[in-house]
């Protein structure tokens, strides 16, 4: 593999010097997807999983030999918040409430342990509504796993609860809070109460402080919205005055069909492929092609089992199969898969009408179906 010899899968396959490929895979951007925390979480065999996968993209590859090395798994469906952007605060999803129960995720955290980098123990739901949540964190860990959870915090949590989860081996917390008092918090995250949200953070850092923990990372955002536009400079402040690990502005995704005068003024902070924006997308816009980097990376799973392509849609009718059923070996490969992937590539591969396939990667776009006034896609 060394000395300028053709990067392909089979050279990747025999060579086994992790320093070598960590540093290709690093000169070659094939760290993009993956969280800077979790580089040194990669092993030997996940390394060489993560760099046959990029390559097996950009060949647009539809029957793939590497794995899901990003894995979401959504603990709980059901919020105590109503945020109007989300299908779940709407109340309008149509996949059923349920609990993911503990046995059924260890199942899941067995078939992928070997490869997977990251596990995103959230979607659309808050996480800590699970009982299971921290034993479902000590596994992930046991098996070699960095793990991310994103909370409202918006929880009256019994005693212990808190410094239980802080020494879960939990690696990255993320809480959004979008507003810097109630009135504004309050527009996007209703029914939330950011006294209790603070007074949670606060006790989480004293406790990681206590405990002299790198782990969790704590990471506080806020996502630019109308309302909060004028709070911006001041939420680093008070990032920075609680002692958080990192602090982010981030875009936020809203149904183009139903502008309710979220986004905010600064296009600077509008995704280009919204009417009016000017930052940087993953998406494509309405006609273009731009591969999309879920089909070859990982996948989504609920509550009930149900495998989505990507973490935005929300509609039980999309999925391409139920790990209760299915291995995930076996729905990574099955001809819905392989019909997105060929989205991309050679139409003619093309099986079934998969929503990867009605969405093509323009994931801001009004042509596509929502799931109420979210935006969340369906069928």
């Given at each position: 593999m ?7 899968i ?10 070598y490929?960590?540093?290709?895979a690093?000169?070659k951007?094939?760290f993009?997807?993956i969280?800077?925390y ?8 996940k390394?060489?999983n ?14 793939l030999?590497?794995k899901?090395?990003?894995v979401?798994v959504?603990?709980?469906n059901?919020?105590n918040?109503?945020?109007p952007l989300?299908?779940t605060?709407?109340?309008a999803?149509e ?11 260890k199942?899941i955290?067995?078939?992928?342990a070997?490869n997977c980098?990251?596990?995103h123990?959230?979607?659309w739901?808050e996480p ?5 949540l921290?034993?479902?964190?000590k596994?992930?860990?046991s098996k070699?796993?960095w793990?991310r ?14 410094e239980?989860?802080?020494?879960s ?8 809070v979008?507003?810097l ?5 309050a527009k996007?995250?209703?029914k939330?109460?950011?006294s209790?949200?603070?007074?949670n953070?606060?006790k989480?850092i ?8 790198n782990?969790p ?5 806020m996502?630019?919205?109308?309302q909060n536009?004028h709070?911006?400079?001041d939420?680093?402040?008070?990032g920075?005055k609680?002692?958080v ?5 981030h875009?936020?995704?809203h ?12 296009t ?6 919204y009417?009016?924006g ?5 998406s ?9 980097n879920?089909p ?12 989505n392509p990507c973490?935005?849609i929300?509609?039980?009718k999309?999925?391409f199969?139920?790990?209760n059923?299915d291995?995930?070996i076996?729905?990574w490969?099955?001809?819905?898969y392989i019909?997105a992937?060929?989205e ?11 929503i ?15 799931v109420?006034?979210?935006?969340a896609l369906?069928?």
């Open positions: 060394k000395n300028n010899i053709e990067l392909n089979e050279n990747i396959k025999s060579e086994n010097d992790f320093d490929l960590f540093k290709l690093k000169e951007n094939f993009d997807d969280n800077n979790a580089l040194p979480t990669l092993n030997l065999t390394i060489k993560l760099i046959i996968a990029k390559i097996e993209k950009k060949e647009k590859k539809t029957k030999i590497s899901p090395y990003r979401v959504d603990p709980t059901a919020c918040l109503g945020c989300c299908p605060g709407l109340g999803s996949r059923t409430k349920k609990i993911l129960k503990f046995e059924d995720y199942k955290v067995d078939q992928v070997d980098i990251e596990i123990l959230y979607n739901g800590t509504l699970n009982k299971y921290i034993e479902m964190i596994y992930a860990k070699g796993i793990s959870i994103s909370s409202n915090l918006s929880l009256e949590f019994k005693d212990g609860y808190l239980d989860l802080v020494k081996g939990l690696s990255l917390l993320h809480i959004d979008d507003g008092d109630q009135e504004v918090y996007y995250r209703k939330g109460n950011l209790v949200v603070i007074n953070l606060k989480i004293e406790i990681k402080k206590t405990h002299n923990l782990e990372v704590i990471e506080i955002a996502l630019a919205m109308r536009e709070q911006h400079q939420f680093f402040k008070f920075e609680l002692s690990d990192v602090v982010k502005l875009k936020i995704q149904n183009p069909n139903m502008d309710e005068k979220w986004l905010p003024k600064d600077n902070l509008i995704y280009k492929t009417e009016g000017e930052a940087s997308s993953t494509g816009f309405d006609n273009e092609i731009k591969q999309c879920w070859w990376s990982g996948l989504v799973i609920n509550p009930d089992g149900g495998v973490c935005i929300d509609d039980p999309s999925d199969g139920n790990t059923k291995k995930i076996e729905i490969n099955n001809p819905d019909s992937r060929s991309f590539g050679d139409k003619r591969e093309i099986s079934k009408k998969t990867c396939n009605v969405c093509k990667n323009q994931t801001h776009s009004k042509r596509l179906a929502r109420s006034k979210s935006f369906k069928l």
